[in-house]
Structures are given as C-alpha cells and as structure tokens.
C-alpha cells in the first residue's frame, strides 16, 4: 500500500476551514449547502454567519473535493483557508449547517479581521519568532485544549471558552507589556480562526506588534518536521479523533462522554474512569443518578454498535467552532 496516496492511505478526509467573507444572506447557503454535503457522503458541522464560513467536516476523498469546490464559490471565499488530514474512521455521526451570529464567538462588537489584523507568520518562520526574547507567545485556546499540549514558553491564560478571552487580555494587559518598549505578542490556535480575531482584538485594543501562526497549529504539525519542532504533546480536534500530533496522525486522547473532556492514558487508567459514564475531571461534580444515566446510555450505544448503528443518544465533540471554541 502507497501510504504518499492518501487515497490508500486512509479511506476519508477530513478539512478544518474558515474564511472570514461578507454573507448578505446566510439563510439562502445554508440548504444547498447541507443537502450537497449529504449527496456526497460529507459528515460534520459547518456555521455559516454575516461574516463568513467556519467548519470542519469528514467524507470520502472526492466528496470533500466537490464540497470545498462549492465553498470556493460563495462570496469571497475563493482563498477559504483549508487544512487537509485523514482519518480512518468517520469522526463525525451527522451532517450539521448551522446559522449564528459569529463563527468564532468572542462577543466584542465591530471586530472585523477582514479589515485589521495582527501579522500572518509561516509555520517555518515560527520557531523563530516565539524563541526571540523580545517576544510573548499566547495560546488563545481553551484550557482543556492546552491541557494535551503548547507551544514551549506559551502563555496559558486558562480560559474555558473564547469568549472569556478579550476580558483576561484586558486584566492582564499591564503585567504582559509592562512598561517602556513593549514586547511583540504572538498568538496561536488550532487552525488560525481565533488567532484572527484575537489579533484583531488586540489591534482594536491599541497593540501594535501582533503576530499570528498562519495556519494554526495543525498547519504547523503538518509542516514542520518532529525533530524541528517547539511544539509539546498533542494538539486536541473538534472531532472524535480528539487528538492529533506530528504529520496530523491521530493521537492517543480519548474522549470522556460524561463530560467531554480529553482522556490521556492514565485518566483511563484512574478508579474514577468508566467509560461513557465518569472520568477523575467530572466524576466529583455529577450525582451517582446522573452516571446512572449515563451508564444505561452507554449500554443502548453498545448495543446498537453491536448491530451496525448509532445510538441517537451518542454524545458527540461539537466541531468547527473552535471552542464556542
């Protein structure tokens, strides 16, 4: 087997994109749209909102092809930035276009990246950047995200959605510039989207020196060979690979479907893991009604797993909006 094919290599593609447009009509896309990704055997979730297109969805080689080619043609998203990885088992149970005000929800009006942003730093030119003393790196991602793996010498500023990041900026804006020249800040995310409006944001805010990974990290991973990298453990997904690393393999993470938080090995190995039913992140916070529940759940998935199909009360990582992202 040719694993340089990567229609040998593995049976689906799966596409992360974004692209901040100007839709007039979102309502009109959204139909045409879904019911295309369905003739093609095309699963995920795409939002489609007044300023552009975000998603990430999973089907077979071509069927991706013929769905970005339609992307391609709305509006403006002629460059839609796209980042190409396989899998070798569908990710995702449905096929799920959704309407929203944003497509990465941060909540602070009159943010457009279309007209100011920080600048784009290619994944080669990264180690670079982020090694300069004179530089702070930030990781905009959530902080369950951050938890399975960053950049060396990345600011953490544990946060558990996107929307609570303008608000730790402005906190902690005197303590990460301090005072005379002020630092250049690179910011990064999984795939780019958060990284322009944060830099966006920051730009809006008054910083000048802002730079971002063009691409995200998945970019980067894709890019920049393993024994180059700066990057530290794994990068977490919208999807039920939950993780990936180096060369966009999948990871080791599981998900927990109590909680949906990322598993590693040794939370699986924890007295408090069962699967589908607790993990030590949540076992503390849910009633032993509540795992009941859940274990009674997991046993109807098993046994329609046993039969060839999926349980319609299958808990499912919610993709594309990096952590709504």
């Known amino acids: 087997m040719d694993k340089s094919d990567p229609d040998t290599a593995a049976p689906l593609s799966v596409a992360a994109l974004y692209r901040f447009a100007r839709f007039e009509d979102c309502a009109s896309l959204r139909a045409p749209l879904e019911r295309l990704c369905r003739e093609h055997g095309v699963r995920g979730t795409l939002l489609l909102a007044p300023e552009g297109i975000n998603g990430t969805i999973a089907g077979p080689h071509a ?17 839609v930035d796209v980042k190409l990885s396989t899998a070798s088992s569908m990710p995702f149970h449905r096929m799920k276009v959704r309407l929203k005000r944003e497509i990465v929800t941060m ?5 457009d990246p279309r007209t100011i942003v920080g600048t784009y730093v290619e994944p080669q030119d990264w180690n670079k950047l982020i090694s300069d003393p004179g530089t702070i790196v930030i990781d905009t991602r959530n902080d369950y995200e951050v938890a399975l793996g960053t950049f060396e010498g990345a600011i953490d500023p544990k946060t558990s959605t996107f929307r609570d990041f303008p608000d730790w900026f402005r906190k902690e804006r005197d303590r990460l510039l301090g ?29 000048e020196d802002v730079y971002h990974l063009k691409g995200g990290i998945l970019k980067y991973l894709e890019t920049i060979p393993q024994e180059n990298s700066l990057w530290q453990g794994e990068c977490f997904v919208f999807d039920q690979r939950v993780a990936i690393g180096h060369g966009l393999v999948e990871g080791s993470h599981t998900l927990c479907h109590a909680c949906r938080c990322p598993l590693s090995a040794e939370d699986r190995a924890s007295p408090l893991h069962e699967e589908g039913v607790s993990c030590p992140a949540c076992y503390a ?5 509540q795992r009941a529940s859940y274990r ?10 046993a039969r060839g199909q999926v349980h319609v009360g299958a808990v499912l990582v919610e993709p594309g909006n990096e952590g709504a992202d």
């Open 63 to 79: 069927g991706i092809a013929q769905v970005l080619d339609a992307i391609r043609a709305l509006p403006d998203c002629a460059d």
């Open 107 to 111: 909540g602070v009006p009159d943010i």
């Open 179 to 207: 005072e005379g020249t002020a630092p250049k800040v690179a910011m990064f995310c999984t795939g780019g989207i958060r990284c322009e409006k944060s830099t966006a944001f920051l730009k809006q805010e008054g910083v």
């Open 285 to 289: 916070e849910r009633t032993d009604e």
């Open 296 to 305: 009674e759940r997991q046993r109807q998935e098993a046994l329609a797993a």
